[in-house]
């Protein structure tokens, strides 16, 4: 007879300066890794079982990410109490929102309704050392007004197989960015961060691998004056081999949100 297997859908935050991604994997600090570890400390001998929603990449952080917990046999007696326990345990640079009870037909990735990512940067003079963690730096001159208008190219549907990692496997490159744009941060602040600071916000149901990042890169080159808006535009359509190469640093990017069906 199978045992009961009990379902809770759990937020986290957490700083991805210092960790190799949320995938688990031998030999490396990793998000995942961290979170079990912390499960079997205080589960003791209970069966249990992650899956995450999205697996950033290494020095990716996350202002909402989400997994979801199975565990056999008993429920969490008091969620708000296990809430707390699993917080008193967690290392500093990870903290859990929230952990609701969902049903066993839930799934975690097919009930992703919408990802929003943003990529926070400054240019100019070099930053305070305290902002490597969250905040790209280009000691250069940008067009931000051109950048701004190369970002909204992104947003409807388009083939981005010129805008990710390419695998073996069969990838789909056309997905829909459902916005796209870069304003001035007033989103994460600090007294050490630069008096400006600039945020790439887009929103989409999926992404490919450095998709995000690929696509930043590419609005550096044009804030750069070494790419044009017309090449973006061709980068954008079925057929046209014009990979991308400028894949932004891992550490301005932050998983911002995730809203679920």
Same mark, same amino acid.
């Given at each position: ?18 960790? /190799? ?6 030999? +490396? ?37 989400? +997994? ?52 926070? +940067? !400054? +240019?100019?003079?070099?930053? /305070? ?29 388009? /083939? ?10 069969? !990838? ?10 870069? /304003? ?78």
């Amino acid at each position: 007879m199978q045992p009961k297997r009990f379902y809770y859908l759990i937020k986290v935050q957490y700083l991805g300066y210092r960790l /190799h991604g949320w995938q688990r994997q031998p030999g +490396f600090k990793t998000v995942e890794g961290l979170i079990k570890k912390t499960f079997k400390f205080i589960l003791t001998d209970r069966r249990f079982k992650l899956l995450g929603s999205s697996r950033t990449d290494a020095m990716v952080s996350a202002n909402e990410s989400a +997994f979801e917990l199975f565990l056999e046999e008993e429920p969490l007696e008091e969620i708000s109490d296990f809430l707390k326990l699993l917080n008193k345990n967690l290392p500093s640079d990870i903290k859990a929102l929230d952990i609701q009870e969902v049903d066993g037909k839930f799934n975690i990735i097919q009930d992703s309704k919408l990802k929003e990512y943003h990529y926070l +940067f !400054s +240019f100019g003079d070099k930053n /305070h050392p305290f902002c490597a963690p969250l905040l790209t730096n280009l000691q250069e001159t940008l067009d931000i007004e051109l950048m701004v208008q190369g970002a909204k190219l992104f947003e409807g549907l388009h /083939h981005f197989q010129n805008f990710c990692v390419r695998s073996s496997g069969k !990838s789909i490159y056309e997905r829909e960015v459902q916005f796209s744009e870069i /304003h001035e941060n007033t989103i994460y602040t600090a007294n050490f961060f630069p008096e400006k600071s600039y945020v790439f916000v887009v929103k989409g149901s999926g992404f490919l691998r450095y998709q995000i990042r690929l696509m930043m890169g590419t609005l550096f080159q044009l804030g750069k004056g070494e790419l044009s808006l017309e090449d973006i535009k061709k980068s954008l359509k079925e057929g046209v081999d014009n990979q991308m190469t400028y894949i932004a640093p891992a550490s301005g990017l932050i998983l911002h949100k995730i809203e679920f069906i």
